[in-house]
T-cell receptor, first 114, second 116 residues
Framework: DAKTTQPPSMDCAEGRAANLPCNHS???????VYWYRQIHSQGPQYIIH???NNETNEMASLIITEDRKSSTLILPHATLRDTAVYYC???????????????FGQGTILTVHP | GAVVSQHPSRVICKSGTSVKIECRSL??????MFWYRQFPKQSLMLMAT?????????EQGVEKDKFLINHASLTLSTLTVTSAHPEDSSFYIC????????????FGDGTRLSIL
């Protein structure tokens, strides 16, 4: 069963902010929200992750709603190189030798145009 | 940042050949590595989880005798596609999880396998 729901595609103008939504209404209390992206013919690239607080790094910002049932990935100034498939994944972030699988859905195809 | 190296990046071989793909974590130790397969225009599908020093765990529907996994050290896992056939042609991607479990999982750049 899919644990996250994302729109299949989105467009964004170069230089504008890209806001990618994700619904994860069945998320458990110990599951983190992860975002990866995959540029054509490459492996997925880690972007950002969070549990309940908003997070920001050099690539993007992650906004998680207070009830944690949805989140938004924000690319503040999209460039043509940001064109990719973006995956929102929820996963238990166990430490030590434990692990949680990353299960990929269909993601959102983001196309950044000039 | 953390780097996962996958080799080779592309393989073209005849049907019946066995092909080995290597996955290395370059600047961290990985007790767990994951192998994925991706067909054209589809998402990544987890094939198996590789644990250092123990047997791999395969996902339902993945033949363990067909896809041999060896995780002999904390920085290397290998996937061998035995007696490959055209239907095994796909994009194979590995991922490694740092022993420090709070770190995100990182992926290799994939291996494009084409069986003629």
């Amino acid at each position: 069963d899919a644990k996250t729901t994302q729109p299949p595609s989105m467009d964004c103008a170069e230089g504008r902010a890209a806001n990618l939504p994700c619904n994860h209404s069945t998320i458990s209390g110990n599951e983190y929200v992860y975002w990866y992206r995959q540029i054509h013919s490459q492996g997925p690239q880690y972007i950002i992750h969070g549990l309940k607080n908003n997070e920001t790094n050099e690539m993007a910002s992650l906004i998680i709603t207070e009830d944690r049932k949805s989140s938004t990935l924000i690319l503040p100034h999209a460039t043509l190189r940001d064109t990719a498939v973006y995956y929102c994944i929820v996963r238990v972030n166990a430490g030590g030798t434990s692990y949680g699988k990353l299960t990929f859905g269909q993601g959102t195809i983001l196309t950044v145009h000039p | 940042g953390a780097v996962v190296s996958q080799h080779p990046s592309r393989v073209i071989c005849k049907s019946g050949t066995s092909v080995k793909i290597e996955c290395r974590s370059l600047d961290f130790q990985a007790t767990t590595m994951f192998w994925y397969r991706q067909f054209p225009k589809q998402s990544l599908m987890l094939m198996a989880t590789s644990n250092e020093g123990s047997k791999a765990t395969y996902e339902q529907g993945v033949e363990k005798d067909k896809f041999l996994i060896n995780h002999a050290s904390l920085t290397l896992s290998t996937l061998t596609v035995t007696s490959a056939h055209p239907e095994d042609s796909s994009f194979y991607i590995c991922s490694a999880r740092d022993v420090r479990g709070s770190q995100p999982q990182h992926f290799g750049d994939g291996t494009r396998l084409s069986i003629l």
